[in-house]
């Protein structure tokens, strides 16, 4: 079993949204102080898009998804969202969820990471 479900993702129109989802085991969920969103485009770095201090909902975003991501929590169901809209073709990557970020506001140094998710963006 994994530590870390993630899904949704797929294909999109520039424009469009899509939406991913990230699931820690209740454990690691319960025990984690941040959460966050990371993705990989062909050829370039990893990246950190946006996080989440768990306990009081405070979330940071890389300036280029500013406005177009949120990052929310589903408490209930113990899993953490990123609705990207307004998708640009630069959003294309693979997209991972991470947890335990050691450095919350700079969306760096998880932990764990999830199974990669693909996101493709077409105009």
């Known amino acids: 079993q994994r530590t870390i479900e993630s899904s949704g993702g797929g294909s999109a129109q520039a424009g469009g949204s899509l939406t991913l989802s990230c699931a820690p085991n209740?454990?690691?969920?319960?025990?984690?102080?941040?959460m966050g969103w990371f993705r990989q485009a062909p050829g370039k770095e990893r990246e950190g898009v946006a996080s989440?201090?768990?306990?009081?909902?405070?979330?940071y975003y890389r300036g280029s998804v500013q406005g177009r991501f949120t990052i929310s929590q589903d408490r209930r169901n113990n899993k953490v969202i990123l609705q990207m809209n307004n998708l640009k073709e630069d959003d294309t990557a693979t997209y991972y969820c991470?947890?335990?970020?050691?450095?919350?506001?700079?969306?760096?140094?998880?932990?764990?990471w999830g199974q990669g998710i693909e996101v493709t963006v077409s105009s």
């Open positions: 991470g947890s335990a970020l050691t450095d919350c506001p700079n969306i760096s140094g998880p932990r764990l």
């Open positions: 209740p454990y690691m969920y319960k025990n984690t102080y941040c």
């Open positions: 989440i201090y768990t306990g009081n909902d405070e979330a």
